[in-house]
C-alpha cells in the first residue's frame, strides 16, 4: 500500500486500535525510514495526545460523591476521580476518524457506480441508434476493404433521418495522441469530418455519426488517423474508403 492509503489510518495506528493490513503497512513503512509516513505518524501522535491533554478531569459534586461512596460503604477519598472525558474524548476520536474513512470509501464507491451507469447508458444509447440505422427502410449499405490483402474490413450504413453507422475489424488501436476520424464526403465537395472514435484491443470499432444526412449527395464514407483533438480537413492518407455506388451504376 502507497502512503497516500494509509494516510486514514495514522491516528488510528497511533492510538493502537489500527486494524490489517494498515497496521503492517504503516510499520513496515516506518521500518525502512519513509518521510512521508513518519511525518504523518508525527502528526498524528500529537494530535491524539493533544486530545487526551485538553480533557479536564471530571469532577463530581461533594452530595454525590458521598452517596456513591456510602452505597459501597467506603470513606470519601481526598483524590480527584478518574478524568473519564479523556476517554470518552479518545472514544469519539476513534469513531471520527472511522466513520471519516468509510465515508470517503463510499462516496468513492458511489461515484465509481455513476460512472460505470454513465458508461452503460452510453453504450445503449448508442445500440439503440445503430440499431435504428441497422434497420431504416431507407438505409443504404456499402463494404469497405474486401479487394485489398490486408486492411481494416466493414460496412458503412447511410440512413437520411438517422445518421451513418461504420462497423470495422482489422483495425488497430490508434498510437497515443491519436485517434481516428470519420468523413463523409459530399459529391464534388470537401470532406466533412463526422466524429473521432478509438478501435478495441481487438481491431474491432463502432461509430456512428447520427442526425439526418443527404445521402443521396454522399460520394463516400472515409477514415484517417489524426490527433486526438481532431482535424477540420483530413491530414493523412484515408485507412477506410467507402464509395457510394452513382445512379450509373444501378
Keep these: 500500500m502507497n502512503?497516500?492509503?494509509?494516510?486514514?489510518?495514522?491516528?488510528?495506528?497511533?492510538?493502537?486500535?489500527?486494524?490489517?493490513?494498515?497496521?503492517?503497512?504503516?510499520?513496515?513503512?516506518?521500518?525502512?525510514?519513509?518521510?512521508?509516513?513518519?511525518?504523518?505518524?508525527?502528526?498524528?501522535?500529537?494530535?491524539?495526545?493533544l486530545v487526551g491533554?485538553?480533557?479536564?478531569?471530571?469532577?463530581?459534586?461533594?452530595?454525590?460523591?458521598?452517596?456513591?461512596?456510602?452505597?459501597?460503604?467506603?470513606?470519601?477519598?481526598?483524590?480527584?476521580?478518574?478524568?473519564?472525558?479523556?476517554?470518552?474524548?479518545?472514544?469519539?476520536?476513534?469513531?471520527?476518524?472511522?466513520?471519516?474513512?468509510?465515508?470517503?470509501?463510499?462516496?468513492?464507491?458511489v461515484e465509481l457506480l455513476r460512472h460505470e451507469l454513465s458508461l452503460r447508458t452510453n453504450d445503449l444509447v448508442r445500440y439503440r441508434e445503430a440499431f435504428a440505422i441497422l434497420n431504416g427502410a431507407d438505409s443504404k449499405e456499402v463494404n469497405f476493404g474486401n479487394a485489398q490483402p490486408a486492411p481494416p474490413r466493414g460496412k458503412v450504413f447511410l440512413n437520411p433521418a438517422q445518421g451513418v453507422l461504420l462497423m470495422a475489424s482489422?483495425?488497430?488501436?490508434?498510437?497515443?495522441?491519436?485517434?481516428?476520424?470519420?468523413?463523409t464526403i459530399p459529391k464534388g465537395g470537401k470532406p466533412v469530418p463526422a466524429g473521432l472514435f478509438q478501435s478495441g484491443a481487438d481491431g474491432s470499432a463502432m461509430h456512428i455519426r447520427p442526425g439526418s444526412l443527404d445521402v443521396r449527395a454522399t460520394g463516400a464514407v472515409a477514415v484517417t488517423i489524426e490527433n486526438e483533438t481532431g482535424a477540420d480537413q483530413p491530414t493523412s492518407q484515408p485507412l477506410i474508403v467507402a464509395a457510394l455506388p452513382s445512379a450509373t451504376d444501378h
Design 170 to 183: 482489422n483495425l488497430p488501436p490508434a498510437p497515443a495522441g491519436k485517434l481516428y476520424e470519420m468523413w
Design 3 to 49: 502512503c497516500d492509503e494509509l494516510q486514514d489510518s495514522y491516528e488510528l495506528f497511533a492510538m493502537g486500535v489500527a486494524e490489517e493490513p494498515e497496521r503492517g503497512e504503516i510499520r513496515a513503512h516506518l521500518n525502512r525510514g519513509c518521510e512521508v509516513c513518519k511525518a504523518g505518524m508525527k502528526h498524528a501522535m500529537n494530535l491524539v495526545a
Design 53 to 109: 491533554a485538553s480533557a479536564p478531569p471530571a469532577e463530581p459534586s461533594s452530595k454525590l460523591r458521598r452517596r456513591i461512596l456510602a452505597s459501597v460503604a467506603e470513606e470519601p477519598r481526598r483524590s480527584g476521580w478518574t478524568p473519564a472525558w479523556a476517554v470518552i474524548a479518545a472514544v469519539l476520536l476513534v469513531a471520527v476518524i472511522y466513520f471519516g474513512r468509510e465515508e470517503r470509501r463510499l462516496s468513492a464507491n
